[in-house]
C-alpha cells in the first residue's frame, strides 16, 4: 500500500533542515530534452557566469546560477565549438546526473518559436532558420537569452536537481555529442548538489525504515509504550488463539533490542476486587521510573512495572471504558465512558469531575495547552473541551460524514489534533481549524509523534477482506514532518498487517532511530531501523596545479549505516567513469601530471539505502615554470641509492635543493625526472620525483605516473590545504591520509 499525502509540498526527508530535491517528475512529451550529460568544468565562485567543458571541447557560459528567482528570472546562455551540421535545445532540465537523460525541461522543444524558456538553435541553411530558430555564429558559437522559473511543464527545481542543458535537437536525438550541463539553484538551493549530493538510485538523504527484528513474545499485541525512563517497551496484550496452550493475556514487558520478555503481569482485580486474567486493553501513560497506567477489560484502570506479580487496580461504575489517559494529576488519569468524560482517582476509582458531551467514544489530550479533544464520528464533530473548566469550548465538524474510528492523537509540539477515519487523517490546528487531510489506501490506524526531529508516524492498515478488490492485506508506515505535513521517510510496506483481528498500534523511540508497529492478525511486534542514503557533507571543487605538484583530495558524507566510499575518474569529459584503484578512502594526496589536465573526479559513497556521488571536479595541470635566476652550477648528485640532491645556491630554480626520490635511474613513473644542473628551471621549489641525475640541464621532464587517485573533495597544494585547515580549526582524518601513483 502507499499513502497519498494529497496536495503536502515536496519538503525534504530526513532530520536536516536544507533543501532536499527528489527525483521522480515524469516526462511531459517525447520530444523533451534527453542526453547523456557532459561534465561541467564550473568556476569556483558562485557569483560569476559558469563554464562547462563538453565532450567535443564546446565550451557553455550561464550568466547566473544561484540564488535565482522562482518566480522567473532571464539568464544569458552563450556557446562556442558547436558542431555546425547538428542543432541543439538549450534549456532548463531536470539533471538526472551523468550518462541519464536530462529531462523534462522548460519549455519543452520549442518547435513554435514563441517559448522562452528554451532556444532552438541550428547551422547556417537550416530549413528552421529564421522564426523557429536562431543560427549558430562562426565557430558554433551562440549568445541567447532565456527565461527560467523554479516550476513549470512538468519539472519542480525545488523537488529534484536542475541545470541549464545544452543537447542535439529532436532530428538527432541519439546524438550525444552536444551534452553539456551546469547546474543551478533557486534562491534557498544548493547548486550541483541537491540534499548534499547526486543520489543515483535514490535522493541523497533519503531516509527510510527496514524491518530489524520481529517480537512473537507476547500475545496478541494491542497496545505499545516505550518508557521514557526505563527504556522497556510495554505491551498491552489478548490471548492469541494459535497459542491455544497459553493464555497470554496481560502486561507484557520486554527488551525492546531483542524481544525478550522481562515481565509478565497476567492478573488484576476484576469488579470484586479478586485477581483474574485480564488483557491489557489500552496503555494510559508512564509512571515515573518505570511502569504504566493502563485500562483492562471491561471497566478496570490499573498499574503495573517490570516485576510486579500482578497489577493494582480499581474496577469503575458505569459503561465500558472506551479510551484513557494521564490526568490533570500524577494520581488521576482522564477516562471515557462512551460520551462520559471523566477525571478518576487511580486509587479509590472515584471520579472528581465528570463531563457529558453530545456523543463519541475517543479524546486526546493535550496537556501543555489545557485542552482535551473528543471525536464524535457518528455525528461527525470534535469537541473540544477545557481542562480547567471541565467544560465544551467548541465543537468542529469532521468532514466527510460518519466514518470508522482510527485513532485520536495530538501533536504534544504543534497542539495538532490528528483524527483517524476510515483512509484519511484530518489534521486541525490547535485553534479547531482543518489545515491538512493526508489520505491513504488502507485504513489510519494510530499515529505517535518525534518531538526532537519534528515527525508524526501514521500505520496504515488493509482492511483483510480479499474480496474487496482494493485490499491486499498489507499495510503501511508512513513518516510526515509534523508542521508541513510533508513526507519525511519513504513509505514502508507492512506486509500481513491487515485489521480482521484488530487494530496496530506504534511506539517511537525518541529521535525516530527506532519504531516499534503491531501486528494484531499475526501476534507479532515488528521493530523498524531507520536508514539514511549518504548525504554528502564535504564536496569537491575544481584545482588548478603545476606539473609535479602535490595534491590531496578529500570528501566526507553522513549516512546510515556508514557510507563507504570509492573515487572515479573520467578521462573523456565525463562521458565515462572508471574506479580509481584503492582509492577507498575519506583522503588522498598525490602528484599532479601534465598527462591528467583535464581529467575529472568524483567521490562515491554508497550504503544499504543508496549511492550518492558529489559533483564532479576538473583537475588542470600547468607545466612547471622556472625559478627567477638560474643561479650557479648545481651539486653533484649521488644517483646510487636513487636520492639525487640538488645543491648550490639556488641551482634548481628555487629556494634551494630538495631532495628526490626514487630508483637509482633517476625516474618517476617511467619518466626522466633530472634535478640540479646549470639552468636552474626545474620549478618553483627546485624538487623534482624520482631519482636526480647530477650535473644536468636541471629541466624536469613530464611523467607519465602519478595517477590523481584519490578520496576527497577539494584538491589543493597539500602545503596550502594544511595551513588552511589547521587555520580554520577543521580536523583531518590522519589515517585516511595516502598517497596514489601510477598511471590512469
Known amino acids: 500500500m502507499t499513502s497519498t499525502p494529497g496536495t503536502a509540498p515536496g519538503t525534504p526527508p530526513g532530520d ?15 520530444l523533451l530534452l534527453a542526453g547523456v550529460p557532459a561534465g561541467a568544468a564550473v568556476s569556483a565562485d558562485a557569483g560569476t557566469p559558469k563554464t562547462a567543458t563538453g565532450p567535443q571541447g564546446q565550451k557553455l557560459t550561464v550568466s547566473a546560477t544561484t540564488g535565482l528567482d522562482p518566480a522567473g528570472q532571464k539568464i544569458r546562455v552563450q556557446g562556442e565549438g558547436y558542431g555546425l551540421t547538428t542543432g541543439i535545445y538549450v534549456a532548463l532540465c531536470k539533471d538526472n546526473g551523468d550518462n541519464r537523460v536530462p529531462s523534462p525541461c522548460l519549455g519543452g522543444a520549442d518547435m513554435s518559436g514563441g517559448s522562452k524558456a528554451s532556444q532552438w538553435i541550428v547551422p547556417p541553411g537550416d530549413p528552421y532558420e529564421g522564426g523557429l530558430a536562431s543560427v549558430f555564429g562562426p565557430g558554433g558559437t551562440f549568445d541567447v537569452e532565456i527565461e527560467i522559473t523554479e516550476k513549470g511543464d512538468g519539472l519542480d527545481c525545488a523537488e529534484v536537481a536542475c541545470s541549464v542543458a545544452t543537447r542535439a535537437d529532436h532530428r538527432a536525438a541519439g546524438n550525444r555529442t552536444q551534452d553539456v550541463r551546469i547546474p543551478v539553484a533557486f534562491a534557498g538551493q544548493e547548486p550541483g548538489e541537491p540534499g548534499g549530493g547526486q543520489g543515483v538510485d535514490v535522493p541523497a538523504g533519503t531516509v527510510s525504515y527496514k524491518s530489524a527484528a520481529e517480537f512473537t513474545t507476547a500475545g496478541k499485541p494491542l497496545d505499545l509504550l516505550l518508557h521514557p525512563d526505563s527504556k522497556k517497551l510495554y505491551v498491552g496484550a489478548d490471548n492469541l488463539a494459535d497459542t491455544a496452550d497459553v493464555d497470554e493475556r496481560g502486561l507484557h514487558v520486554l527488551n525492546p533490542e531483542d524481544g525478550t520478555s522481562e515481565s509478565w503481569i497476567s492478573q488484576a482485580p476484576g469488579s470484586t476486587g479478586a485477581l483474574r486474567a485480564s488483557a491489557a486493553a489500552r496503555i494510559a501513560g508512564p509512571l515515573p521510573g518505570d511502569g504504566v497506567v493502563y485500562n483492562y477489560p471491561l471497566r478496570g484502570v490499573g498499574s503495573a512495572k517490570s516485576g510486579d506479580e500482578a497489577a493494582s487496580g480499581v474496577w469503575l461504575a458505569g459503561s465500558t471504558i472506551t479510551d484513557i489517559t494521564p490526568g490533570t494529576t500524577p494520581d488521576t488519569v482522564l477516562v471515557a465512558q462512551g460520551a462520559t468524560l471523566s477525571e478518576i482517582e487511580r486509587a479509590t476509582g472515584t471520579a472528581t469531575r465528570t463531563l457529558t458531551l453530545p456523543g463519541g467514544t475517543r479524546f486526546a489530550a493535550d496537556p501543555e495547552r489545557g485542552a482535551v479533544w473528543y471525536t464524535d464520528l457518528t455525528a461527525g464533530k470534535l469537541h473540544r473541551v477545557d481542562l480547567a473548566s471541565f467544560t465544551v469550548t467548541g465543537s468542529f465538524d469532521l468532514p466527510g460524514g460518519p466514518g470508522m474510528a482510527g485513532f485520536t492523537e495530538t501533536d504534544p509540539a504543534t497542539g495538532a489534533v490528528w483524527v483517524g477515519v476510515d483512509r484519511s487523517v484530518l489534521v486541525f490546528d490547535a485553534a479547531g481549524t482543518l489545515v491538512k487531510t493526508l489520505v491513504g489506501k488502507d485504513l489510519a490506524r494510530d499515529a505517535a509523534f518525534d518531538t526532537a526531529t519534528g515527525r508524526a508516524y501514521v500505520v496504515w492498515q488493509d482492511g483483510g477482506d480479499l474480496s474487496d478488490p482494493a485490499n491486499d492485506n498489507n499495510g503501511t508506515l508512513t513518516v510526515y514532518g509534523s508542521e508541513d505535513f510533508a513526507p519525511a521517510a519513504k513509505d514502508l510496506s507492512l506486509p500481513g498487517n491487515h485489521s480482521q483481528a484488530g487494530a496496530a498500534s506504534l511506539a517511537v523511540e525518541p529521535g525516530g532511530a527506532t519504531v516499534f508497529v503491531t501486528s494484531p492478525a499475526e501476534g507479532k511486534i515488528t521493530r523498524l531501523v531507520r536508514q539514511v542514503s549518504p548525504l554528502v557533507t564535504h564536496a569537491p571543487e575544481d584545482l588548478t596545479a603545476k606539473e609535479g605538484e602535490e595534491v590531496a583530495l578529500t570528501a566526507e558524507a553522513e549516512g546510515t549505516p556508514e557510507p563507504t566510499v570509492r573515487w572515479q575518474v573520467s578521462t573523456d569529459g565525463a562521458q565515462t567513469w572508471q574506479d580509481v584503484e ?22 562515491e559513497f554508497r550504503n544499504d539505502v543508496g549511492t550518492t556521488r558529489t559533483a564532479a571536479v576538473t583537475l588542470t595541470v600547468a607545466p612547471a615554470t622556472g625559478g627567477d635566476s638560474g643561479g650557479d652550477t648545481g651539486g653533484t648528485g649521488d644517483a646510487s641509492n636513487g636520492a639525487g640532491s640538488t645543491g648550490g645556491d639556488g641551482s634548481a630554480g628555487g629556494d634551494g635543493g630538495t631532495q628526490s626520490s626514487g630508483g637509482s635511474t633517476g625516474t618517476s613513473g617511467g619518466s626522466p625526472a633530472a634535478a640540479g644542473g646549470s639552468t636552474g628551471t626545474a620549478g618553483d621549489s627546485g624538487s623534482t620525483v624520482g631519482g636526480g641525475v647530477a650535473g644536468g640541464t636541471g629541466t624536469a621532464a613530464t611523467s607519465g605516473g602519478g595517477s590523481l587517485a584519490a578520496t576527497g573533495a577539494t584538491v589543493m597544494s597539500v602545503t596550502l590545504a594544511a595551513a588552511a585547515l589547521v587555520g580554520t580549526g577543521v580536523l583531518v582524518h590522519r589515517r585516511a591520509r595516502r598517497r596514489t601513483e601510477g598511471a590512469l
Open 16 to 30: 536536516r533542515s536544507r533543501l532536499r530535491r527528489r527525483a521522480g517528475t515524469a516526462a511531459v512529451a517525447a
Open 582 to 603: 584503492g582509492a577507498t578512502e575519506p583522503a588522498l594526496t598525490f602528484t599532479a601530471r601534465t598527462a591528467q589536465d583535464g581529467y575529472r573526479y568524483r567521490a
